[in-house]
């Protein structure tokens, strides 16, 4: 897949692709600088992936920011990224509009500092009717702890009445998933640095997401390489389980959808 051969609309990019944006303490120390260094340059790679998916016709990119398990960093790095954030979102605000992005959140954002959560907010509002690309930021965020959110919700509406526990199914848990609310299923997912773990980020949704593992450290990360991303994917036969020749993938990846997300294949 080319720059010129990607796009929306085509059946081969992915509606919805999430990066795990790993590496930038190892490509600073490689480099003999301090962490918050690889930190910046992490936020710049941020700024040229967003600009890249939004231009290639990506639906929704989910970038995973900051875990609930970032938290125990030492509190200078975690105020480093705080501050960092806090910038991106002031900086951005103008491009995001101008773009046509939506910006969401996934995690538990309440445990931001008022500093981020203010512009956070100003800016999801601000951009609530755009339709061009959703740009998603998991914050303090965790899979195991999102999943056991939605079990506690369900737990509440079955208490309380207004569910039965022979509805529960997976497409009824699924509602109860902030990212089932806010975007479409996801179909890829990217891991920088040379890992190949998940590391607690949508342990439900990448059920049948494509996996890409990348060594190029996340700093390093560009146009190019989510385009090897993309080309990787176009090449694979999308089953969930199905044989070939069977109902086809796409509709089986649409129909995971919780019907809140609007279609918005062919804008753009």
């Not at 967003?50 to 105020?79: I, K, M, Y």
């Not at 480093?80 to 101008?98: F, K, P, S, T, V």
């Not at 369900?154 to 089932?180: C, M, N, W």
């Not at 990448?206 to 146009?223: I, K, N, Q, S």
């Amino acid at each position: 897949m080319t720059a010129r051969g990607a796009g929306a609309g085509d059946s081969r990019l992915p509606r919805h692709v999430g990066i795990i944006m790993d590496g930038n303490g190892r490509w600073a120390q490689q480099k003999g600088l301090p962490r918050e260094v690889g930190h910046e340059h992490g936020a710049d790679a941020v700024r040229r992936v967003v600009r890249a998916a939004r231009e290639l016709g990506v639906e929704a990119l989910t970038l995973f920011a900051f875990s609930s398990q970032n938290w125990d960093r030492p509190p200078q790095e975690v105020f480093h990224l705080m501050q960092l954030l806090n910038r991106y979102l002031l900086e951005e605000r103008a491009e995001i509009l101008d773009n046509q992005i939506r910006l969401t959140t996934v995690g538990d954002t309440e445990r931001l500092p008022s500093y981020v959560r203010d512009p956070m907010r100003e800016l999801i509002a601000a951009s609530a009717h755009n339709e061009k690309m959703t740009l998603c930021l998991a914050l303090s965020y965790g899979g195991r702890e999102m999943i056991t959110d939605a079990a506690r919700r369900i737990a509440r509406a079955v208490q309380a009445g207004s569910l039965r526990p022979d509805e529960i199914d997976p497409k009824t848990f699924a509602s109860y998933l902030d990212s089932s609310r806010h975007l479409p299923p996801l179909d890829l997912l990217i891991r920088t640095s040379g890992e190949h773990r998940i590391s607690n980020f949508f342990l439900w949704e990448v059920a049948y997401a494509e996996l890409f593992f990348t060594e190029v450290l996340w700093p390093d990360f560009a146009r190019e390489h989510l385009l090897e991303a993309l080309a990787d994917f176009a090449r694979r036969e999308r089953r969930f389980g199905l044989l070939p020749g069977e109902p086809d993938a796409d509709a089986l990846d649409e129909s995971q959808s919780v019907g809140i997300f609007p279609a918005q294949r062919g804008k753009g």
